[in-house]
Every structure is written in C-alpha cells, then in structure tokens.
C-alpha cells in the first residue's frame, strides 16, 4: 500500500494526539483511519513496555477495517495475525485482539494491565466494555486511539466523551482548548469527506450519493444527529416499484420474518440481469386476517408449496432470530436455513442505500412490503435517550427485506451496477 503524505488536518492530528484519550470521529473515507493506524505505529514502537490491545465490533470486523490495511502497509514480516489464538504480531510487539459486541465483552479483559489500546468504530462498542478499558489502561504512558462514525446527539460516546475533550480540531480546522474543569484528557479530531485530498471528485459524488437523509448527514457531513422522520427517506414508488421483473441472473434468496399472532412475511430476492436487486414475490399469513394460525409444519408446507409453484430455487432461505422452532422444523423437512444477520442500524442502513442509488426495485405483487415502507419510522423516544430504533409497527415485510439484504449482501454486492444517484 502507498501511503500519500499527509497534508493539512491531517497533519495536524497525528502531532496532537499525545493525550491518554486520542479520537477521531467524522464521515467515512475522510482519512481519519489510516492517520490513526499511522499513530498507532508510532505508539507501538516507542511506547513503554507491556501488553497492547485491539478491539472491534468483531474480530472479523476489526481484521476486515484494521488488520488486513496494516499488513499491506506493513508486509506479513512486520505484521502478522495468528487468527486461531487472536494475536496480531505488530513490529515484534504482541498485541491481544478481541471482540466486543455485548455487554459481556467486559469480562475479556478483566485482570488486564495494559500499556496501549487501538478500538476501532468506538461507538459500536458497549459502553460498560469502553468504561471497562479505561480502568484496564494503567501502566504509565498508556494511550488509546479510535475511532468512529457519528451517532446520535446523546449517544454516551458523544456526552460522556467527545463533549469533554481537553482539545478538539473541529470539522473547519479550527482548534479548541477546554477550560472546564471537568474536560478530560482526551484529544479530539473531527473529519469531513473534504479531509481527504486523495479521493477524486468522481468518487466523492459517488460515495455521497450512496447515502441520504439521517445517513448522509451522520456519514457524508459528519454530524451527531437524531435518528428521526421516516426511515427510508428516499423510497418513491415511482421509482422503486417496477411492473414487470427483468430475467433474473441468480435467485439470492427467501427471507422471511417469522411470526405466529403476529404475520408471517416472505420474501424471494434475487439479481436482475440489468445489475439491480429485486424483491421479485411475497408471501403473507396473517392470522388475523386470515383463517387462523398455522402451526410450523404447515408454514413450512406452505412456503415450499409456494416457491415451487412459482418455479423458483433460491440458494438461501433466511430465517430471523427469533424462529428457532422453525428453523427446526425447516431441518425436518428436509430444508437448509440460514440465520439472519440481525444488525438492525447496519441492516437498515444497506438497504436506505440500494434504495438512494436505485439499486434495488421492488415488484408491484409485493403490495405488502410496499404498504409498510413509506410508514416505516424511527421510534422518537428511543432517539431522545441517544438509541437509533425503527418503530415495531408494521414493520414485518421490511424487517424481512432487512434480513435478506445484510445476509447475503456478500453475494449480491460484486454482481450489482455502480451506484447511481436517481434523478431528483
């Protein structure tokens, strides 16, 4: 990897990040990761004796955004990851790699000493494990340097953190020292896409049009914003509802949202030859409405009834979370399932982007699916406390939509067409 020297703000963070706290927060792409991996080499080498750290959401996140950067910029010789004991082997260093997506992250480095930690999308991380690793940073000289995506205003990062940080370089360059008394020793540098001179003007349209509303204003301009108004912001009917399916490439998927009182919603996704994501047919029992409930064996009769009168054999079928009984039941009768990848936000926040960049259609038969995505809302209370969650309201069909996209967004995600930005 060629590392283009750094200019401006740039510059100026890796000389102030000398505080026991080093973060820096902003929009994606705006060069904020590769200036702290580049202090985070720098602390490594010189830094005191002692066990090091690096965390993320997962190991396999971490690996994905952290690791595999630092070992093209660095050489297998220089950095080495031992997958199978979490050991990242940093210019001769060892250093302990973990995961954090729960609560009980915390109980991972409990005993810990440590001299240095790098966590990479801190806002993701449980608060109680954040809290946890301060108190784990206790040999003198310890440092931590992450850094994250903006949130909401009142997430605990933002409040009980950034908004208390000892200097902060702000999204214009200009600098700020505290003098409240209770400022901590935290450095702060917040970025912009305009941050970083390496990115052509192509790409920059490109990666801003992938996102709108809530998303572009959090990822593209940087802001600590409310989660508020309708979810997916830029779902016209008339751009997103198409008549006629194209000659589909490849059948993804049957997703579905599990439900007993509540409906039971199906969906078939598969790639068009045109390079567009189509949720191409739906299927709907609601007990409600309809004659009753079903039991597992006859949602699983029905289901497979209806994609074989349909002619269609998607490669996957996606089961959410909460339906182990049937997912049990898929197993008797013969039927492979897949649990779904239930990162809500992340989840939503995929499918609001094939939606901007009109990569994904919906067929006009799924008049379910199509009835819930404009009501489909984010709940205000929850965003008051700092937490970003949709409303559980009518929501069975798009949760269903959720589900198939994030988990298979490995397969679809080479097969589709650049982004486009739709016409306003």
């Known amino acids: 990897m060629i590392i283009n020297p750094l200019v401006g703000k740039q510059v100026e963070s890796f000389r102030l990040a000398d505080a026991r706290l080093n973060l820096w927060d902003g929009s994606v792409r705006s060069s904020k990761t590769i200036i702290s991996l580049l202090k985070w080499i720098e602390f490594v080498r010189t830094a005191p004796a002692g066990p090091l750290l690096m965390v993320g959401k997962t190991e396999r996140t971490l690996r994905r955004n952290i690791i595999d950067p630092l070992v093209e910029m660095l050489g297998e010789q220089r950095c080495r990851y031992v997958a199978g004991t979490g050991e990242l082997f940093l210019l001769g260093r060892k250093i302990y790699v973990v995961g954090a997506n729960d609560e009980r992250a915390q109980e991972k480095i409990r005993g810990l000493s440590l001299v240095g930690a790098y966590c990479d999308e801190v806002s993701t991380l449980p608060e109680s494990f954040f809290v946890m690793l301060l108190t784990r940073l206790s040999i003198p000289g310890a440092r931590l340097f992450g850094t994250t995506n903006p949130d909401g205003p009142q997430h605990w990062l933002k409040v009980g953190y950034l908004d208390r940080a000892a200097l902060h370089l702000d999204i214009h360059g200009q600098l700020h020292r505290s003098d409240n008394p209770d400022a901590l020793n935290l450095h702060r540098f917040s970025f912009q896409l305009a941050d970083n001179p390496n990115l052509s003007p192509d790409y920059v349209a490109a990666v801003s049009s992938e996102f709108t509303g809530l998303w572009h204003r959090r990822l593209i301009l940087g802001e600590w914003c409310l989660a508020e108004g309708v979810v997916y912001e830029s779902w016209d009917p008339a751009r997103h509802v198409v008549a006629e399916l194209p000659a589909i490439a490849r059948w993804i998927c049957l997703s579905l949202d599990y439900g007993t009182t509540n409906p039971f919603h199906a969906l078939l996704l598969g790639v068009g030859v045109d390079g567009r994501l189509y949720v191409g047919h739906e299927w709907r029992w609601d007990s409600k409405k309809q004659r009753g409930s ?131």
């Not at 209370?381 to 589900?403: M, T």
Request: aromatic share 6%; proline share 5%; with cysteine.
């Open 294 to 424: 079903l039991t597992d064996a006859e949602y699983s009769e029905r289901l497979r009834a209806w994609v074989t009168d349909l002619g269609i054999r998607p490669e996957y079928t996606i089961v959410d979370p909460s339906a182990a009984s049937f997912r049990v039941q898929l197993h008797r009768d013969g039927q492979t399932s897949t649990l779904a990848d239930n990162e809500v936000v992340d989840g939503i926040r995929q499918v609001a982007s094939l939606f901007a960049t009109g990569r994904l259609l919906v067929h006009a038969e799924c008049r379910e699916l199509i009835r819930e995505i404009p009501a489909y809302a984010w709940d205000p209370d929850a965003s008051e406390k700092g937490e970003d969650k949709p409303i559980k309201v009518a929501d069975h069909g798009v949760d269903a939509l959720r589900y198939g996209v994030r988990t298979t967004r490995a397969i679809w995600e080479p097969m589709l067409r650049e982004p486009v930005l739709l016409a306003a």
